[in-house]
């Protein structure tokens, strides 16, 4: 093995905060707690607002995720994870038309207070309970429609069925998290050859494990996935030449998960 590995610049283990928000029922709790525990759990108290924490080994790196699991009521304000997200995951179900416009909303309400707060961060859209297709409602191109009028990612996904189908999700937040938080990539372990291998211990994925479920994941996103240059470029901070450097190093990101995918 190579050992090329990628140094953390300031030496502190990353850390992020990723807020899951959407309408109730949507699974957002499911999709918390399978990707903390990996187990998929029916029922959950629906007013019950929780913040989950996992560490994941990362190019030998800890890695700490903090999941807030939303639940918006009337009275409630959002600035508490408006503030406190490094990255959202806006989540709608594909049986239920409704829950897509409120996946809409939360859409532009996060737009908007990113653009009033001066803040770029990441977003994901995602479509859950793909493995309830009969009852679908939203139509894959709706989604990726919407995703490409926010220039975000898009996925589908399930709670109910393999961890890999959105374990992907996740671990694709995260390195966008990163590299806005960290202004560098937080890249896969390599072999001698230079081919990806496994993304760490604690993740239990294999090179073979990994390229399978990356096969599967290929087939549900949109394709601005593959090309991050087309999608959030709004509102950049720093220099120019910071912003250079940024784009080159999202070229090597993009890079990267053409390799995964
Ligand atoms: N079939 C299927 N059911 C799911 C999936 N995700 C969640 N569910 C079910 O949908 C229901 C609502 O899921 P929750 O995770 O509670 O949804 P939520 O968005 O957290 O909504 P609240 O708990 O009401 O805030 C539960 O009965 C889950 O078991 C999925 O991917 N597939």
């Not at 108290?45 to 700490?64: C, F, I, N, R």
């Not at 240059?229 to 990267?256: A, C, V």
Request: aromatic residues 10%.
């Amino acid at each position: 093995m190579s050992g090329r590995r990628a140094l953390h610049r300031n030496g502190n283990s990353p850390e992020f905060n990723l807020a899951l928000v959407g309408a109730l029922g949507v699974g957002k709790s499911a999709l918390t707690v399978k990707y903390i525990t990996r187990r998929f759990i029916m029922e959950y108290d629906p007013d019950l607002e929780g913040t989950y924490t996992k560490h994941e080994d990362w190019d030998g790196q800890t890695v700490t995720v903090h999941v807030m699991d939303t639940c918006d009521k009337e009275d409630n304000d959002p600035s508490r994870y408006l503030k406190w997200a490094d990255a959202f995951l806006v989540v709608y179900s594909i049986t239920s038309s409704q829950s897509f416009q409120v996946a809409r909303e939360y859409m532009e309400s996060i737009s908007l207070y990113l653009k009033s707060q001066g803040r770029e961060c990441p977003v994901a859209l995602v479509g859950n309970k793909i493995d309830l297709e009969r009852y679908r409602q939203v139509n894959k191109s709706e989604g990726a429609s919407l995703a490409t009028e926010y220039e975000t990612v898009f996925y589908e996904t399930t709670a109910a069925e393999e961890y890999e189908l959105l374990e992907r999700v996740f671990q694709r937040i995260i390195q966008e998290a990163h590299f806005d938080k960290y202004g560098h990539i937080l890249q896969p372990i390599y072999v001698a050859d230079d081919r990806p291998m496994a993304w760490g211990q604690n993740n239990h994925q294999t090179l073979q494990h990994h390229q399978s479920s990356q096969s599967q994941l290929h087939q549900q996103q949109h394709p601005t996935q593959l090309h991050p240059q087309h999608r959030r470029p709004k509102s950049p901070k720093g220099t120019i030449e910071k912003k250079d450097e940024k784009n080159q190093q999202k070229k090597t990101l993009n890079k990267f998960f053409k390799i995964f995918n």
